[in-house]
């Protein structure tokens, strides 16, 4: 068990929800798989999770943003687009990858028609299940 393999051979994904901020607590610990492995991720402590897209994660952190806050407001279609391009941010980095990300991420959202963030936050999450599928 003790294969030394280059930091960049590693997986590295986080838990959704565990992208940002060291990694410190088991929840940050990153996979340890390699790069593009199938399956669940796996960290050094054993502990698995699914592979969830990361635009399904990026729909599903939105939807509980929107969610978690004032639900029952109004949604904008200004709000969603600033906080969708914040999250590919936050879960892809700055550069090529975010840009990218961000404009897959924008096809995906569904349309403003004068939802609550709470029924949108609904949509997004049908969404997600069909970028996971
Ligand atoms: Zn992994």
């Given at each position: 068990?003790?294969?030394?393999v280059?930091?960049t051979?590693?997986c590295?994904?986080?838990r ?10 088991i929840?940050?610990?990153p996979?340890v798989?390699?790069?593009?492995h199938?399956g669940d991720?796996v960290?050094a ?9 990361k635009l399904a994660?990026?729909?599903?952190t939105?939807?509980?943003k929107l969610?978690?806050?004032?639900p029952?407001?109004?949604i ?7 906080q969708?391009?914040?999250?590919a941010?936050q ?10 990300a ?12 004068g ?10 999450r049908d969404?997600?299940?069909e970028v996971?599928?």
């Amino acid at each position: 068990m003790s294969k030394t393999v280059p930091p960049t051979a590693l997986c590295g994904a986080r838990r959704p929800g565990w992208e940002t901020g060291p990694a410190i607590g088991i929840n940050r610990i990153p996979c340890v798989q390699d790069a593009g492995h199938d399956g669940d991720h796996v960290n050094a402590f054993g502990q698995s999770w699914p592979h969830t897209p990361k635009l399904a994660t990026a729909l599903l952190t939105l939807a509980d943003k929107l969610a978690t806050l004032r639900p029952s407001a109004a949604i904008t279609e200004r709000l969603v687009l600033a906080q969708a391009l914040v999250i590919a941010v936050q879960l892809l980095g700055p550069g090529d990858a975010a840009e990218d990300a961000e404009r897959d991420l924008l096809a995906l959202l569904p349309a403003v028609t004068g939802q609550t963030r709470g029924q949108y936050a609904e949509e997004l999450r049908d969404a997600a299940r069909e970028v996971t599928r």
